[in-house]
């Protein structure tokens, strides 16, 4: 059950971590509603803004100015969040994958190898918190500007809705979150699993024998003189 909750984690984990990596580089967390008057596909992403027209299928691209420029705070933000949700769960997968039993790291040490899930689940945990909040806060920012602009009645013959990149971002925060409860409560159940339980057979094997000897040389003179005892009661 151990190795099949582990597995079920490191699959998440791929997952999660891939999914985090394509939304922080993809350019799809905005992208035109259908109301729009526009005969292009313009998605905005966390770096660049791109333009499909809807005739040829020409795509064009457009970086955004260097990163020390003014930004934003949502897109600011969104943009540390994503990246350090990118590296924690980086680490958190690179950790599990050592901590996997079907991996030849420490064969010998499942106490330590148990540790080792534990800390990749932690840090799974945590790397779905800026990554569900980076998400969410670029996705209701965007369903909020354009409220405001429909309660407003203002139109500016283009309007936003968030894509699929802050789909994945969102997808990929909770299978962190998923992986790392997984972890977690698979150490917990498998808590007994501990440094005095590890020793191999061939060395508790003389203990138990000494053991067994030392309580037969100490049986046999009380048997000796119960009989004894016996006896002379007997006469």
Same mark, same amino acid.
């Given at each position: 059950?151990?190795?099949?909750?582990?597995?079920?984690?490191?699959?998440?984990?791929?997952?999660?971590?891939?999914?985090?990596?394509?939304?922080?580089?993809?350019?799809?967390?905005?992208?035109?509603?259908?109301?729009?008057?526009?005969?292009?596909?313009?998605?905005?992403?966390?770096?660049?803004?791109?333009?499909?027209?809807?005739?040829?299928?020409?795509?064009?691209?457009?970086?955004?100015?260097?990163?020390?420029?003014?930004?934003?705070?949502?897109?600011?933000?969104?943009?540390?969040?994503?990246?350090?949700?990118?590296?924690?769960?980086?680490?958190?997968?690179?950790?599990?994958?050592?901590?996997?039993?079907?991996?030849?790291?420490?064969?010998?040490?499942?106490?330590?190898?148990?540790?080792?899930?534990?800390?990749?689940?932690?840090?799974?945990?945590?790397? *779905? %918190? &800026?990554?569900?909040?980076?998400?969410?806060? @670029? /996705? $209701? !920012?965007?369903? =909020?500007?354009?409220?405001?602009?429909?309660?407003?009645?203002?139109?500016?013959?283009?309007?936003?809705?968030?894509?699929?990149?802050?789909?994945?971002?969102?997808?990929?925060?909770?299978?962190?979150?998923?992986?790392?409860?997984?972890?977690?409560?698979?150490?917990?159940?498998?808590?007994?699993?501990?440094?005095?339980?590890?020793?191999?057979?061939?060395?508790?094997?003389?203990?138990?024998?000494?053991?067994?000897?030392?309580?037969?040389?100490? *049986? %046999? &003179?009380?048997?000796?003189?119960?009989?004894? @005892? /016996? $006896? !002379?009661?007997? =006469?």
């Amino acid at each position: 059950m151990k190795d099949l909750l582990q597995y079920v984690a490191c699959f998440f984990a791929f997952f999660s971590t891939g999914f985090l990596i394509v939304a922080t580089w993809t350019d799809c967390w905005m992208v035109n509603a259908d109301d729009s008057l526009e005969v292009s596909t313009k998605c905005r992403g966390l770096w660049w803004e791109c333009v499909t027209n809807a005739f040829d299928g020409i795509r064009t691209c457009d970086e955004y100015d260097s990163i020390y420029a003014e930004h934003p705070l949502k897109l600011v933000v969104t943009r540390a969040l994503m990246i350090t949700a990118d590296i924690l769960a980086g680490f958190g997968f690179v950790t599990l994958l050592l901590g996997l039993d079907c991996v030849k790291f420490l064969p010998d040490e499942p106490y330590v190898k148990m540790r080792i899930c534990f800390v990749a689940g932690t840090t799974l945990l945590i790397a *779905g %918190a &800026p990554g569900i909040i980076g998400s969410v806060w @670029y /996705a $209701v !920012d965007v369903y =909020v500007e354009r409220s405001s602009l429909i309660l407003h009645n203002i139109f500016l013959g283009i309007q936003y809705k968030f894509g699929w990149s802050c789909w994945l971002g969102m997808a990929g925060s909770l299978g962190c979150f998923l992986a790392g409860a997984v972890l977690t409560c698979c150490l917990y159940l498998f808590k007994d699993v501990g440094p005095e339980r590890n020793y191999p057979y061939s060395m508790r094997k003389p203990y138990s024998t000494a053991g067994v000897s030392l309580a037969k040389s100490y *049986g %046999a &003179p009380r048997t000796e003189t119960a009989k004894m @005892y /016996a $006896v !002379d009661t007997r =006469v």
